[in-house]
């Protein structure tokens, strides 16, 4: 239904609230009651100067009979609407349960408080889902909580032995007795500490998915509180490491300071200034810059990705995986966060390059989510620089990706592009048919290899 044709509601619902009698804002308007009862049942339009009089009579400008509920709300209404998935009536009812798009505009002007709350029902729902993707992700994958799962068997095992022998071997020498029950008491020990740092441990994963756990974690998490960029530097200096607001272990320092010193020296040869004229030109086009910066594909991504945010620039995330495939940074975007554990959707562009060296890849991809969002990712697969002779080949890949509604006509996007449905990673992917799939989904019941 127009918005238009939902003004005599908006009129109806003022006049109710501002206690008038249909035949008083009737009188005072000039009109009959008849006609503005027509006009609030929408079977009357109205515009001009009844318009401007009924809003001067009801207190209220005439937008706020005309427009009606506020876009954001209308928008998140359509966005919950869009991606709702159907499903059964109660009662064994046939049919689904779809929600009555052409009314929203009417819900949403009589109801305005239990519109704003399925709204924010539905962006709690995104931030949820994100959630449980990124704990499954460290729960399937996370090293510490295998390492910690087989101690605590081992350490059950141990007791249980001793236990057995204990308790069926008899008369035993009284020196390997006292040697049994030291064991027991020992392993008891380890299995109460293991159990207990396992339990904390568990705790902290369902309250954050945040806890580090890896010196890559606190690297990346020491760049995300920067907005990953450091403008130290475009000075030519070095952030502290160490200090109050720097890194904690030896490990994630060293990291770090391999990441600064190579993003100081692509710094020094692609100044913000040079990369303001290259995004102005061309957009955020990685091989417009590593063409008037001199410099490599891989070494533009970065650096596009390492630029403070500023106003009409669009966001843009990176990631970085080695020959294995194992990611080695990852600077997320809001519906677009890479696995923190594990292997990603082998459909990313970032793993076709990794088996195309030396070949630039675009692609427009759609990460499945609430809502879906389209990207423009690039990706390029290079050798890393040999430090000896005879040294094995080693190669790392790096996919700049942008979110496909920010670029506002930035960027060169291949008219008729094909859009590659991907995910996050298999176990939480909803995707059916995908001749990726390397494992069964969670979120699907019934799952169709392709």
Known sequence: MPRSALTGTRIRERRSLEGLKQADLARDVGISPSYLNLIEHN???????????????????????TEGAQVPLMEGLQDAASNAAPGPRRGGAKGTTDPETARAEEFAGRFPGWAALVVAQRDRITALERRVEALNDRLAHDPFLSD?????????????????????????DRDWQARFHRNLYEDSQRLADGSQALVSYLDTVGKSEDTLSAPLD???????QRDFTIPELECGMMPDLVGDEGLRSPAAQSLARKWVLRARAE????????????????????????????????????RLAA????????????????????LTFRKPLDGFAPPRFGAACALWPLYQALLRPMVPIRRVVEQQ????????AYAICQPRPPKSFDAPEVVEVTMLFL?????????????DAEVLGVGTSCRVCARKNCVARREPSMVLEDVEEG
């Open 43 to 65: 079977r009357r339009r109205i515009g001009g100067k009844l318009l401007v009089d009924l809003a001067r009579a009801l207190g209220v400008e005439p937008s706020a009979l």
């Open 218 to 224: 606190e690297v990346e998490a020491w760049l995300a």
């Open 369 to 376: 989510g609430q809502p879906a969002r389209r990207y423009l």
């Open 148 to 172: 910690s799962l087989h101690e605590v068997l081992s350490t059950v095992t141990a007791i249980r032995s001793t236990a057995g022998i204990l308790n069926n071997a008899g008369d035993i």
């Open 267 to 302: 710094a020094e040869k692609m100044p913000v200034s040079l990369v303001e004229d290259v995004i102005a030109a061309h957009g955020p086009d990685p091989a417009a810059l590593a063409q008037e910066a001199g410099v490599d594909l891989a070494a533009a991504m970065r």
């Open 403 to 415: 979110p496909l509604d920010r670029l506002d006509g930035l960027g060169h996007v291949p008219r």
């Open 307 to 326: 630029l403070p945010p500023k106003e009409g620039r669009p966001p843009m995330g990176l990631v970085i995986c080695d020959g294995s495939g194992a």
